[in-house]
C-alpha cells in the first residue's frame, strides 16, 4: 500500500431511506430561524416543500423558492439577502438548489445546513460549488470545504416527483463520478472499493428505477449508489467529462446530467490509453464489461440524449471550447467531437 493521505470533509449525519424526512424536525431542533431554499416547480407542483416547512414548524423563518439550473449568480444573491439571519438552513431539490444554498451559507457566514436532495447528481456530499455568472454564460464558482452541508437526508419519498429524464440522466452524472474517480483519482484504499461499487450498483439499479419507476427501495439504492460514488470528493479528483461538462452546461442551458449522458463515453474512449491498465480492468469488472460500451450502451438503454448537437451547440464552437483547456486541449476536441 503506497503511503497517502484521506481529507474528510464536513459531512457529519446521513439520514437515509424511507421516511427519513422526519429526522428534520429532530435537527432543526436547536434552530431559531430555519430558512429553506427551493426550486419553483418542487415548490408550486408537489408538496414537498410544504412537508418540510411543517417539520421545521415554528422556527420555519421563510422560503426562497426561485434557485434555478445552473445556479444563476442572481438567484444565489436574492436567496442571500432573503435568508439573512437564519441559523439553519435546508435546501430541497436537485444540484443547483444546492450548490445554491451552499453558496448562500457561505454568504451568510456559514450557518448549518440540512440538504434535501430529490436528484442523484451528488452535489450535497462536495466542496466545489459551481455558480453561473449569468452575463458571461459561463460557471464559476468556488472551493470551500466549510460549505458543504453537515446533514443529509436521501429519503427515496422525496424523489417521486422528479421528473424521469432528470432522475435517470442525474444517475449518469453520478456514474461520471464513479468513473472518473476510479481512473483519474489514484489508487486510495476508501474511494477505490466506494467508487466501483457506486459503479456496480449504478449500473444495476438505474435501468431497474425506468422500469419500476414507483419502486421507492430501488430509489433508496440509488441514493445510496450516487453517494458511494461519490463517497470522497476531496479525493478523487474529476477528469474532462466533468470539466467539459461544467462549460457547456452553463453556456448551452444543458443540464448537468445530460452533459454527462454526452460526455462520458466519449471521453473514455479518447482517455482509454491515458489510464493504468489495471485501473481500466477494475472498472471494466464493475461496469460488466468496456467502460466506453457499457456506458454507451446503459445511456441508450435509459432513453437519455447522447449528442451535443441536439442542444444547439454550433459545431463551429467546439474548437473555441476545447482551446481552454490548454495543454489537455486536443483531448478535449476529440471528445467534444466525438460527442458532437
Same mark, same amino acid.
Given at each position: 500500500?503506497?503511503?497517502?493521505?484521506?481529507?474528510?470533509?464536513?459531512?457529519?449525519?446521513?439520514?437515509?431511506?424511507?421516511?427519513?424526512?422526519?429526522?428534520?424536525?429532530?435537527?432543526?431542533?436547536?434552530?431559531?430561524?430555519?430558512?429553506?431554499?427551493?426550486?419553483?416547480?418542487?415548490?408550486?407542483?408537489?408538496?414537498?416543500?410544504?412537508?418540510?416547512?411543517?417539520?421545521?414548524?415554528?422556527?420555519?423563518?421563510?422560503?426562497?423558492?426561485?434557485?434555478?439550473?445552473?445556479?444563476?449568480?442572481?438567484?444565489?444573491?436574492?436567496?442571500?439577502?432573503?435568508?439573512?439571519?437564519?441559523?439553519?438552513?435546508?435546501?430541497?431539490?436537485?444540484?443547483?438548489?444546492?450548490? !445554491?444554498?451552499?453558496? =448562500? &451559507?457561505?454568504? @451568510?457566514? $456559514?450557518?448549518?445546513?440540512?440538504?434535501? %436532495?430529490?436528484? *442523484? #447528481?451528488?452535489?450535497?456530499?462536495?466542496?466545489?460549488?459551481?455558480?453561473?455568472?449569468?452575463?458571461?454564460?459561463?460557471?464559476?464558482?468556488?472551493?470551500?470545504?466549510?460549505?458543504?452541508?453537515?446533514?443529509?437526508?436521501?429519503?427515496?419519498?422525496?424523489?417521486?416527483?422528479?421528473?424521469?429524464?432528470?432522475?435517470?440522466?442525474?444517475?449518469?452524472?453520478?456514474?461520471?463520478?464513479?468513473?472518473?474517480?476510479?481512473?483519474?483519482?489514484?489508487?486510495?484504499?476508501?474511494?477505490?472499493?466506494?467508487?466501483?461499487?457506486?459503479?456496480?450498483?449504478?449500473?444495476?439499479?438505474?435501468?431497474?428505477?425506468?422500469?419500476?419507476?414507483?419502486?421507492?427501495?430501488?430509489? !433508496?439504492?440509488?441514493? =445510496? &449508489?450516487?453517494? @458511494?460514488? $461519490?463517497?470522497?470528493?476531496?479525493?478523487? %479528483?474529476?477528469? *474532462? #467529462?466533468?470539466?467539459?461538462?461544467?462549460?457547456?452546461?452553463?453556456?448551452?442551458?444543458?443540464?448537468?446530467?445530460?452533459?454527462?449522458?454526452?460526455?462520458?463515453?466519449?471521453?473514455?474512449?479518447?482517455?482509454?490509453?491515458?489510464?493504468?491498465?489495471?485501473?481500466?480492468?477494475?472498472?471494466?469488472?464493475?461496469?460488466?464489461?468496456?467502460?466506453?460500451?457499457?456506458?454507451?450502451?446503459?445511456?441508450?438503454?435509459?432513453?437519455?440524449?447522447?449528442?451535443?448537437?441536439?442542444?444547439?451547440?454550433?459545431?463551429?464552437?467546439?474548437?473555441?471550447?476545447?482551446?481552454?483547456?490548454?495543454?489537455?486541449?486536443?483531448?478535449?476536441?476529440?471528445?467534444?467531437?466525438?460527442?458532437?
Amino acid at each position: 500500500m503506497r503511503r497517502g493521505t484521506h481529507t474528510f470533509l464536513r459531512t457529519e449525519r446521513v439520514h437515509f431511506g424511507a421516511g427519513s424526512l422526519q429526522e428534520i424536525k429532530e435537527e432543526a431542533r436547536s434552530a431559531d430561524r430555519a430558512f429553506v431554499v427551493t426550486g419553483r416547480s418542487l415548490y408550486e407542483k408537489t408538496d414537498l416543500v410544504r412537508r418540510v416547512e411543517a417539520l421545521l414548524g415554528r422556527r420555519h423563518a421563510g422560503t426562497f423558492a426561485q434557485m434555478g439550473q445552473h445556479t444563476p449568480g442572481s438567484a444565489v444573491e436574492r436567496a442571500a439577502e432573503a435568508a439573512r439571519g437564519a441559523d439553519l438552513l435546508v435546501s430541497v431539490g436537485g444540484g443547483s438548489v444546492i450548490d !445554491g444554498t451552499k453558496a =448562500v &451559507a457561505r454568504e @451568510l457566514g $456559514y450557518p448549518r445546513h440540512i440538504a434535501v %436532495p430529490t436528484t *442523484l #447528481s451528488g452535489a450535497e456530499w462536495g466542496h466545489r460549488v459551481g455558480v453561473t455568472d449569468e452575463a458571461a454564460g459561463r460557471k464559476a464558482g468556488f472551493r470551500d470545504e466549510r460549505s458543504v452541508p453537515p446533514v443529509v437526508v436521501l429519503d427515496p419519498e422525496a424523489t417521486v416527483h422528479t421528473p424521469e429524464r432528470l432522475w435517470l440522466s442525474t444517475g449518469i452524472r453520478a456514474l461520471d463520478h464513479a468513473v472518473e474517480g476510479v481512473l483519474y483519482g489514484g489508487e486510495h484504499p476508501v474511494t477505490d472499493v466506494t467508487g466501483l461499487e457506486g459503479a456496480r450498483r449504478l449500473m444495476r439499479c438505474l435501468p431497474r428505477s425506468k422500469r419500476e419507476p414507483e419502486d421507492l427501495e430501488v430509489r !433508496g439504492e440509488l441514493q =445510496v &449508489a450516487a453517494w @458511494l460514488a $461519490y463517497f470522497g470528493p476531496a479525493n478523487t %479528483p474529476m477528469g *474532462l #467529462s466533468h470539466e467539459l461538462g461544467r462549460r457547456i452546461g452553463a453556456s448551452y442551458e444543458i443540464p448537468h446530467g445530460i452533459t454527462s449522458c454526452i460526455t462520458l463515453a466519449p471521453s473514455l474512449d479518447v482517455m482509454r490509453d491515458r489510464v493504468p491498465p489495471v485501473r481500466w480492468q477494475k472498472l471494466a469488472d464493475a461496469l460488466g464489461g468496456d467502460p466506453t460500451e457499457r456506458v454507451a450502451a446503459l445511456v441508450e438503454e435509459l432513453g437519455l440524449p447522447r449528442r451535443l448537437r441536439d442542444f444547439g451547440v454550433p459545431e463551429a464552437d467546439l474548437e473555441e471550447i476545447a482551446a481552454e483547456y490548454g495543454e489537455r486541449a486536443e483531448d478535449a476536441l476529440a471528445i467534444l467531437r466525438a460527442a458532437y
